[in-house]
């Protein structure tokens, strides 16, 4: 597997590009090690704490983490890397099957899934639309209903477009993907200041305007009427029929908040069934410490970005006079 000129992506065999970190991050995560074992038993103390905190205001906790894409996908590598048939994700699970705590394994039913195809697109580090109807599916599987029939039988057409791994690259490569979309019964009913402001387009193509955006969805047509309060990533939370919209059209009430945090406040006030939460592998890295306010942060993130137009604003009117 040889680089590219971009720190922090690797390339494979035909194009595929693969996000390792700037400094290797992923072939440490990935090394059994003594750092790593310690790692891995700080997020079972973590979960275990969930889970006694979520039954104590009348929830399930549910805990997923998405494997990297190098580990689904290690036939298009051309060298070894370390441990890709045991990823890390894939050891915490173990550890977790010890607890109480509801998990739900993605590994399996996406290298399943990998049988009849690529799961991940080729140039980004996200799934394409097979990858989202396998974790979709394996996710109802674990909370105990059926696939809404109508997300599953998703129709879409070709698109291109150029996604993250591939605009790192110098010239920028595009990708041909299948834009797949379903009828959508639920209709989101709020959102917060910092969905709101990058709805508005001034902060597009600009990191850092994602962690602590929050969405609620209603669905009346939903077949169970369970509410959902679900803490994730890009994974679950982005435009377009990501993992937000999917369990939207199976539960009569999801609340998504991107944010590796949970806020039990914003639980405590919601009362959901279900808390669940979605992790990308690599940032198993960081164990969460929880003590985070959702709509504080959106808020004190906004403010930070309004202020600097509002004093241009405020010196073009000085001008003017």
Same mark, same amino acid.
């Not at 099957?97 to 998990?103: D, M, Y």
């Not at 969405?215 to 939903?222: F, I, K, T």
């Given at each position: 597997?040889?680089?590219?000129?971009?720190?922090?992506?690797?390339?494979?065999?035909?194009?595929?590009?693969?996000?390792?970190?700037?400094?290797?991050?992923?072939?440490?995560?990935?090394?059994?090690?003594?750092?790593?074992?310690?790692?891995?038993?700080?997020?079972?103390?973590?979960?275990?704490?969930?889970?006694?905190?979520?039954?104590?205001?009348?929830?399930?906790?549910?805990?997923?983490?998405?494997?990297?894409?190098?580990?689904?996908?290690?036939?298009?590598?051309? $060298?070894?890397?370390?441990?890709?048939?045991?990823?890390?994700?894939?050891?915490?699970?173990?550890?977790?099957?010890?607890?109480?705590?509801?998990?739900?394994?993605?590994?399996?039913?996406?290298?399943?899934?990998?049988?009849?195809?690529?799961?991940?697109?080729?140039?980004?580090?996200?799934?394409?639309?097979?990858?989202?109807?396998?974790?979709?599916?394996?996710?109802?599987?674990?909370?105990?209903?059926?696939?809404?029939?109508?997300?599953?039988?998703?129709?879409?057409?070709?698109?291109?477009?150029?996604?993250?791994?591939?605009?790192?690259?110098?010239?920028?490569?595009?990708?041909?993907?299948?834009?797949?979309?379903?009828? $959508?019964?639920?209709?989101?009913?709020?959102?917060?200041?910092?969905?709101?402001?990058?709805?508005?387009?001034?902060?597009?193509?600009?990191?850092?305007?994602?962690?602590?955006?929050?969405?609620?969805?209603?669905?009346?047509?939903?077949?169970?009427?369970?509410?959902?309060?679900?803490?994730?990533?890009?994974?679950?939370?982005?435009?377009?029929?990501?993992?937000?919209?999917?369990?939207?059209?199976?539960?009569?009430?999801?609340?998504?908040?991107?944010?590796?945090?949970?806020?039990?406040?914003?639980?405590?006030?919601?009362?959901?069934?279900?808390?669940?939460?979605?992790?990308?592998? $690599?940032?198993?890295?960081?164990?969460?410490?929880?003590?985070?306010?959702?709509?504080?942060?959106?808020?004190?993130?906004?403010?930070?970005?309004?202020?600097?137009?509002?004093?241009?604003?405020?010196?073009?009117?000085?001008?003017?006079?």
């Amino acid at each position: 597997m040889s680089q590219t000129g971009v720190r922090g992506i690797a390339v494979g065999r035909d194009g595929w590009l693969f996000w390792i970190g700037r400094k290797n991050d992923l072939v440490d995560l990935y090394t059994e090690s003594a750092a790593t074992r310690r790692l891995l038993r700080r997020w079972v103390r973590l979960v275990e704490a969930r889970v006694r905190r979520a039954k104590a205001l009348g929830a399930t906790y549910v805990h997923a983490i998405v494997p990297e894409k190098i580990a689904i996908h290690a036939d298009t590598l051309d $060298r070894p890397f370390p441990n890709l048939n045991d990823p890390p994700g894939a050891r915490l699970g173990r550890l977790l099957a010890e607890t109480e705590a509801e998990r739900v394994d993605l590994y399996e039913p996406l290298r399943a899934a990998r049988a009849e195809g690529p799961v991940y697109l080729q140039t980004d580090t996200h799934w394409n639309h097979r990858g989202y109807i396998a974790a979709y599916r394996a996710l109802c599987a674990a909370l105990g209903i059926a696939p809404a029939a109508h997300v599953v039988a998703a129709t879409g057409h070709i698109e291109h477009f150029v996604f993250d791994l591939g605009g790192k690259l110098s010239p920028p490569v595009d990708e041909a993907y299948f834009a797949h979309d379903f009828p $959508r019964h639920a209709q989101r009913s709020e959102a917060n200041a910092l969905v709101h402001l990058r709805e508005t387009g001034r902060v597009a193509g600009r990191g850092g305007f994602f962690v602590g955006s929050r969405a609620v969805m209603h669905n009346p047509e939903a077949a169970d009427p369970r509410r959902i309060v679900l803490f994730g990533d890009s994974y679950v939370f982005d435009q377009g029929p990501r993992l937000t919209a999917m369990l939207a059209e199976s539960f009569c009430e999801v609340h998504a908040i991107w944010s590796a945090e949970i806020d039990w406040a914003y639980v405590a006030a919601v009362k959901p069934d279900l808390v669940v939460y979605e992790i990308a592998e $690599r940032f198993l890295r960081r164990v969460p410490t929880d003590r985070f306010s959702v709509d504080a942060f959106a808020e004190s993130r906004v403010r930070r970005e309004l202020k600097p137009h509002l004093i241009d604003r405020l010196r073009r009117l000085l001008h003017l006079r």
